[in-house]
């Protein structure tokens, strides 16, 4: 639930704050974006580099088979990321937009804060196992799985953020003046 990204669009007092937040909102995304074509083009070209050797020399790369346990976290985080800044979420809004704009903003204040705080929670107790997964390591890869558990600190801190930022936007939509200013829920 994200208030509109452009409040007071005309010129209004709140636009260099807007600018700063959207800046923010555009670095996630395009974070999540890169994390999530990297990581597909690295799973399909270990895949397909696999296929090749495998009909051509008669065996594959062993390491093939466990490289999508550090990226494929990695490109679930990089969804999160894009899904957060871009609020393609679930969300069920029906009775939400029957309130009247005060209560709609207020509800998505409310929401956005506990977004933040159960991200927030997720970083800080997920910590124990992601310290555990130090030791893990992967069978052909000699790589430690701490490095693909650490996606959660990516994806749950860029939602943490992403709320912040739409409860700021959602304070400044409730202190705009414009009429126009509308909170929508996606």
Same mark, same amino acid.
């Not at 800046?23 to 690295?42: K, M, P």
């Not at 799973?43 to 580099?49: E, H, S, T, Y």
């Not at 696999?50 to 490109?75: C, K, Q, S, T």
């Given at each position: 639930?994200?208030?509109?990204?452009?409040?007071?669009?005309?010129?209004?007092?709140? %636009?260099? =704050?807007?600018?700063? #937040?959207?800046?923010?909102? $555009?670095?996630?995304?395009?974070?999540?974006? #890169?994390?999530?074509?990297?990581? /597909?083009?690295?799973?399909? =070209?270990? =895949?397909?580099?696999?296929?090749? +050797?495998?009909?051509a020399?008669?065996?594959? /790369?062993?390491?093939?088979?466990?490289?999508?346990?550090? #990226?494929?976290?990695?490109?679930?985080?990089?969804?999160?990321?894009?899904?957060?800044? %871009?609020?393609?979420?679930?969300?069920?809004?029906? #009775?939400?937009?029957a309130?009247?704009? *005060?209560?709609?903003?207020?509800?998505?204040?409310?929401?956005?804060? +506990?977004?933040?705080?159960?991200?927030?929670?997720?970083?800080?107790?997920? *910590?124990?196992?992601?310290?555990?997964?130090?030791?893990? %390591? =992967?069978?052909?890869?000699?790589?430690?799985?701490?490095?693909?558990?650490?996606? &959660?600190?990516?994806?749950?801190?860029?939602?943490?953020?992403?709320?912040? /930022?739409?409860?700021? %936007?959602? &304070? +400044?939509? $409730?202190?705009?003046?414009?009429?126009?200013?509308?909170v929508?829920?996606?």
């Amino acid at each position: 639930m994200t208030p509109d990204r452009d409040i007071n669009a005309e010129g209004g007092k709140f %636009r260099p =704050l807007t600018r700063v #937040l959207d800046g923010v909102d $555009r670095a996630i995304e395009w974070s999540g974006s #890169l994390i999530i074509f990297g990581t /597909l083009l690295a799973i399909f =070209l270990a =895949l397909l580099v696999n296929v090749f +050797l495998r009909y051509a020399m008669g065996d594959g /790369l062993a390491w093939a088979y466990e490289i999508h346990a550090i #990226l494929f976290p990695w490109l679930v985080a990089g969804g999160i990321a894009v899904a957060s800044v %871009r609020g393609h979420h679930i969300a069920v809004d029906v #009775l939400v937009q029957a309130f009247p704009r *005060q209560v709609q903003v207020i509800f998505s204040i409310a929401v956005n804060v +506990l977004v933040c705080v159960i991200a927030v929670m997720v970083v800080k107790t997920s *910590q124990p196992i992601i310290n555990a997964s130090k030791f893990q %390591r =992967l069978s052909e890869i000699p790589v430690s799985q701490y490095w693909g558990y650490i996606s &959660l600190y990516y994806a749950f801190s860029c939602m943490a953020v992403n709320a912040g /930022l739409n409860v700021v %936007r959602a &304070l +400044l939509v $409730r202190k705009s003046d414009s009429k126009d200013a509308q909170v929508s829920y996606s």
